[in-house]
């Protein structure tokens, strides 16, 4: 059993920029693709972002693209989410995922990953 652990939620301003972080313990981060993905009050869990194992590709869903990074630290075995000009609509609970199977350009395909995190909250509000 994959056990993830995401922080660095909080509150910030339209604008402003978080660092999430997707953390594991006894288990090796880096043979699994790790997505991201959040869910907006009201609406249905939406895959935003995915780093392939051992780093190899990143893909990023139309809303964050060019605004959020996924990036992987080996030495830590975490993976993070660097969210830069974040937007009232980017408020959501945020969730870190890991399957064995490799990434999809779809990142609808995240929501079908097999372990999940708990989830940390962004709020982007001013």
């Known amino acids: 059993q994959v056990h993830l652990v995401e922080s660095g939620g909080g509150l910030v301003r339209p604008g402003g920029s978080l660092k999430l972080s997707c953390a594991a313990s006894?288990?090796?981060?880096?043979?699994?693709?790790i997505g991201w993905l959040r869910q907006a009050p009201g609406k249905e869990r939406e895959g935003i972002s995915c780093?392939?194992?051992?780093?190899?590709?990143?893909n990023y869903a139309e809303a964050v693209k060019g605004r959020f990074t996924i990036s992987r630290d080996k030495a830590n075995n975490t993976v993070y989410l660097h969210m830069n000009n974040l937007k009232p609509e980017d408020t959501a609970i945020y969730y870190c995922?890991?399957?064995?199977?490799?990434?999809?350009?779809?990142?609808?395909?995240?929501?079908?990953?097999?372990?999940w995190g708990q989830g940390t909250r962004v709020t982007v509000s001013s």
């Open positions: 995922a890991a399957d064995i199977a490799p990434c999809r350009p779809d990142t609808a395909t995240l929501l079908k990953f097999d372990y």
């Open positions: 780093i392939g194992g051992s780093g190899g590709i990143t």
């Open positions: 006894r288990f090796n981060l880096d043979v699994y693709a």
